[in-house]
């Protein structure tokens, strides 16, 4: 291409933002220089308007840049979005009213005591999208606008991509998976689309006499050129292989949006074709390594702001600073049968549709099958994507384990009644109920213990609860224990 430069119609660079074509300037000169085209009618790209305005768009500039939560819910041909709030890390931080208006000015009033301690509270806004969303903070104090924004990007002009299981909003610059199912709303039909991508129409919506909206389920058939081009003409880049995002040191505790640590360094791993972590205030460092990128923090304020992907596109945290005092709850693994519906519970006496089961959970693990209490295969478990177990048969036990830590199994077996230990499994239970004395925390060979109650489901019920709280009475120790060697090698039938 040298000495040329090349213009934004040949289509050979596009923005990573707004996905519009870019031109190569500077011609004569070997260096790269690369700016959207002047005539381009969309001048809605974030790095665009920062060339004008430096307080535009996602530049990291306070602890409030970033994208608040947005996701879409739907309910059979009906659809609503909700903005998520999440509790600011200061207890000071207070507002008495949120009060939330989109483009038909229509305001949506919400008291402050709505939104929970822990995790992220979706208030409604509506099923009439809007490109922005003004949020006021009635008789907020300095605490709360540190964190939250008071105006959040809504639905693009184009149109905007959510994630078919979690409802998030794709931003521009996100990616999306080859594998996975998104909603596309939009303010026209869907009238072409090559056959490598299938549009299945859920719902429409009339905003006005002249606005309809248009709501699609869309599924990737096929990654290819087509389906890319597909996803791109809205902002969205397809790719097969998903940038991941890993805490790696010192010990943290993982809240939706927040990392807490107590540390004045912080280790992250990130890999994929936009691995780009960036920080307020800027205190990152990036260390060579093979494959991906490893970046160390370092935490010399008590907040930082981590955002993720080109200009926070695939979303962000805070790094929060503090003696560790609190517990983290275990990750949830989502099981569901062919149909799609969720299996909570441990034990099922009918097989699954299909005998097969879909697996999805929030980080790297395992999933171990047992036959007859002998282990046939180990399955690998990747964060944010699915796993099929297929041929399952009675007599099946899969455990699940995030990293080194056992988190819940399902089994599948023949109902019979056998009121011997029915009422062995209600006695105990109750033994277990009433024992009081010093709680200590539960360790991985505690974990263990559910297998061996696998003809107990009460008890076992019990030990996953108290599993879940992360600690347990010394006494109801000592007497699972106890039972344990009284049934040595047994599954405690007798």
């Not at 990152?284 to 907040?303: C, F, M, P, S, W």
Request: aromatic content about 12%.
């Amino acid at each position: 291409m040298y000495p040329y430069g090349a213009s934004a119609r040949s289509g050979h660079f596009v923005c990573e933002l707004c996905a519009q074509n870019v031109l190569l300037t500077a011609p004569g000169m070997n260096v790269q220089h690369f700016r959207h085209d002047p005539a381009s009618p969309n001048k809605e790209c974030d790095e665009r308007q920062a060339s004008f305005d430096p307080n535009y768009g996602r530049s990291l500039r306070a602890l409030n840049s970033h994208i608040m939560p947005l996701r879409l819910v739907v309910t059979g041909s009906i659809f609503s979005l909700q903005l998520g709030f999440f509790y600011p890390p200061d207890n000071k931080a207070h507002c008495d009213k949120i009060k939330i208006a989109g483009d038909s000015h229509q305001v949506y009033e919400y008291s402050f005591e709505r939104i929970e301690r822990i995790g992220t509270t979706y208030l409604s806004v509506g099923s009439i999208p809007s490109q922005i969303y003004g949020v006021e903070y009635v008789n907020a104090n300095t605490e709360l606008k540190r964190f939250w924004s008071n105006k959040i990007t809504g639905i693009n002009t184009t149109g905007s991509f959510f994630d078919g299981r979690t409802g998030q909003i794709l931003q521009s610059g996100g990616k999306a998976y080859s594998g996975n199912s998104y909603y596309l709303l939009q303010r026209c039909p869907l009238y072409s689309y090559h056959t490598d991508i299938e549009a299945t129409e859920v719902a429409r919506n009339q905003a006005s006499p002249f606005t309809t909206w248009y709501l699609y389920k869309i599924r990737i058939k096929k990654f290819s050129a087509y389906s890319a081009k597909f996803f791109l003409k809205y902002a969205i880049f397809l790719t097969e292989k998903p940038t991941k995002f890993y805490p790696i040191w010192p010990a943290y505790i993982n809240d939706p949006y927040f990392i807490y640590h107590n540390s004045p360094e912080f280790y992250f791993y990130l890999c994929g074709d936009d691995a780009e972590l960036k920080s307020y205030p800027a205190t990152a460092n990036v260390l060579g390594i093979q494959d991906g990128k490893l970046y160390k923090l370092y935490t010399r304020e008590r907040e930082q702001l981590i955002s993720l992907g080109k200009s926070g596109a695939l979303g962000f945290s805070y790094l929060v600073k503090q003696p560790l005092r609190k517990k983290a709850p275990l990750p949830a693994i989502i099981i569901s049968d062919h149909s799609g519906n969720t299996l909570n519970e441990e034990s099922y006496a009918k097989l699954p549709k299909l005998k097969c089961i879909s697996v999805s959970c929030p980080y790297d693990g395992k999933a171990v099958v047992q036959r007859n209490g002998k282990t046939e295969y180990i399955y690998k478990l990747s964060g944010e994507e699915h796993l099929t177990i297929d041929e399952l048969s009675f007599g099946t036990e899969i455990h699940f384990y995030q990293g080194c830590d056992y988190i819940r199994s399902i089994r599948f077996e023949q109902e019979t009644v056998n009121m011997d230990v029915m009422l062995l499994d209600a006695v105990l239970v109750k033994k277990l109920s009433s024992c009081s004395g010093p709680m200590i925390p539960v360790t991985h060979a505690v974990g263990s213990f559910v297998s061996k109650f696998s003809k107990y489901p009460q008890t076992q019920k019990w030990l996953c609860m108290a599993l879940r709280r992360g600690e347990i009475s010394r006494t109801a120790l000592n007497l699972l224990r106890k039972t344990i060697q009284n049934n040595p090698g047994r599954d405690n039938d007798d």
